[in-house]
């Protein structure tokens, strides 16, 4: 497959539809719009269905429709857009729907303002929505990633029947790389437990969150809490960079993790040993690579695009064995090398 | 580096993501070194990030007057032009170049202004062409954009660039086969092949006599 030049929005959509997705549902909001052009674009062409909704939450509940029926659906938008689609998210974890949900934020609290963010991460890695449960949250550092952990949401998705999230940030979505796209596939749904008709041979099949007796619901739960823990133990990703002698380690995902890498790159020509963990999935969140970081590690340094909301996750990784400091911007704003680099020299020097 | 006839009014159209704006703020430095008097004006009014505004402390400093929207590069997404950009058209002192927003939607913001430039008669109104794009791989694909952006902005194209590129990863064999496909996009046309856009330090091995030599800027996110 040849190299095309793309956005990251694009490569989205693009990936979507080569991952067998032919139900789009959204509402535009900057800086995620793209996504939408591309498929109004694209679908009618093979027979896909592009949807402008009336509202977020329209578009929610129409993934929801096609994902009972057992096709791959997905809705994306920016923060706003995604707090509005959180009553549909817990309905899709609460019926065990797979299904792709794209986020690429942008600064807030409220309306916020349209330049890149990653102030969602408690949404999204936390539950936005009411209830137990979890989504699956993936978060591409390039345009290349925005492609194929698109295709791995997707797959993920139906391997453990609940939803998944792309969690990327506006500069993702609207930069410019070459990506190399996936292989086309011809999705034939393995699933059961789909309403697709029981033309009068089987018993009907019923999705639905709402359980009468709370003993069920109670068991429910419990069963997905056991499916949360496979997948936590199976499907935690990230990226380790020059982490084997490094003094001082810097977690960053995202676009946050690619200004690390230049800061890293510049801290190492100047003798500090610094490397970097870049979590490729942020739920499950890649504790085990962290926890084996602390016992080699002076401290580590979150980057983030928000004010310290991955720290925690950090913190209960390693057990507060080291310490954790914060380089952070926010508000539509991107923290430089420079800063970078000064918060990594400071934990080399003990000043935090 | 290819002479080029310069016009009063150069316009830059074509597909989102073209490379139209970063060809428009070049082409502005190259028309001051003949010119005293250059203007670039930004009528995107559907790209949110990477505007004619972040090169705006270098077009200034030589001497170029920049205008775009006030909230280009805000926190706002508010698709208005300023009302100088009537000025761009109608005071024909200045050379100008108009970098318009990408595919027809992006050029509707042109309408308003199409008919003082081809009363006028003194333009370049020019295609980007990147053929590395995805919905423009083929001049078929190309052809049918510079349909749509002609009839959305009022006002026929005159000319085609390649700009085909893959970004970093762009060789000599990139440019020639967008050279191949701009001049089967030419033909299928009628519109001459003005120029090609090569990135400078690319350019040195890109063995061609039309080629407009390009400095790419450098973003925040590009990796060391």
């Known amino acids: ?352 | 580096m290819i002479e080029i006839e310069f016009r009063r009014t150069t316009l830059f159209a074509g597909h989102y993501g073209s490379g139209k704006t970063n060809l428009a703020v070049n082409y502005a430095l190259k028309l001051r070194e003949s010119f005293e008097s250059v203007v670039i004006a930004d009528l995107d009014i559907v790209n949110p990030y990477f505007r004619t505004k972040d090169s705006e402390e270098l077009l200034r400093s030589r001497g170029i007057e920049i205008i775009s929207s006030e909230y280009a590069n805000s926190n706002v997404d508010f698709p208005a032009l300023p009302s100088e950009m009537y000025g761009v058209v109608q005071n024909r002192s200045r050379h100008a170049v108009l970098d318009i927003g990408g595919d027809d939607r992006g050029a509707y913001a042109l309408g308003r202004f199409a008919p003082y430039i081809i009363e006028e008669n003194d333009y370049d109104m020019l295609f980007v062409a990147n053929f590395c794009r995805p919905l423009t791989l083929t001049p078929e694909d190309a052809l049918e954009v510079m349909r749509e952006i002609e009839s959305a902005g009022g006002i026929k194209f005159n000319g085609i660039v390649n700009n085909t590129n893959l970004a970093a990863l762009t060789t000599p064999k990139t440019v020639y086969d967008g050279q191949e496909k701009s001049l089967k996009l030419s033909k299928m046309s009628g519109l001459p092949l003005k120029f090609t856009a090569v990135e400078r330090e690319l350019s040195k091995a890109v063995k061609l006599n039309n080629v407009f030599e390009l400095d790419v800027q450098k973003r925040y996110y590009d990796l060391y």
Not at chain 1, 31 to 52: D, H, N, V
Not at chain 1, 214 to 221: D, H, R, S, V
Not at chain 1, 263 to 284: F, S, V
């Open chain 1, 1 to 352: 497959m040849e190299k095309v030049l793309m956005k990251g929005n694009e490569a989205i959509a693009e990936a979507a539809i080569r991952a067998g997705c032919r139900h789009y549902f959204g509402y535009p909001i900057t800086p995620q719009t793209e996504i939408a052009a591309y498929m109004s674009k694209r679908m009618p062409k093979i027979g896909g269905t592009f949807l402008q909704a009336e509202s977020e939450i329209s578009a929610i509940n129409m993934v929801y429709g096609v994902a009972s029926a057992g096709l791959r659906a997905m809705t994306s938008s920016s923060s706003p857009g995604v707090s509005l689609k959180q009553e549909g998210i817990s309905y899709l974890a609460g019926c065990d729907l797979p299904a792709l949900i794209v986020n690429v934020q942008r600064g807030g609290p409220g309306l916020g303002g349209i330049q890149p963010s990653q102030s969602d991460y408690f949404q999204a890695t936390k539950g936005g929505g009411h209830g137990d449960y979890h989504l699956i949250v993936l978060a591409p550092a390039s345009v290349q990633e925005m492609a194929d952990l698109t295709v791995k949401a997707f797959d993920l998705a139906d391997k453990y029947r609940m939803p998944a999230m792309l969690l990327a940030d506006g500069t993702m979505g609207q930069m410019m790389e070459p990506v190399e796209l996936p292989e086309a596939v011809e999705y034939k749904p393995e699933k059961p437990w789909a309403v697709t008709g029981t033309e009068n041979k089987r018993e009907h099949n019923i999705v639905n969150s709402l359980y009468l007796v709370p003993e069920q619901l109670e068991q429910k739960n419990i069963e997905r809490y056991e499916k949360y823990r496979t997948v936590a133990e199976n499907e935690a990703m990230c990226e380790e960079y020059m982490t084997e002698d490094a003094d001082v380690c810097v977690v960053a995902f995202g676009i946050a993790a690619r200004v690390s890498k230049n800061a890293i790159t510049e801290a190492r020509k100047q003798g500090i040993k610094a490397g970097l963990i870049r979590p490729i999935t942020l739920w499950p969140f890649p504790k085990e690579a962290i926890r084996k970081a602390a016992d080699k590690v002076k401290g580590f340094v979150s980057v983030e695009l928000s004010m310290g909301q991955m720290i925690e996750d950090i913190r209960l990784a390693e057990d507060c064995k080291k310490p954790v400091s914060l380089c952070c911007r926010v508000g539509g704003m991107i923290p430089s090398p420079e800063e970078v680099l000064k918060a990594i020299k400071d934990m080399e020097g003990g000043k935090i």
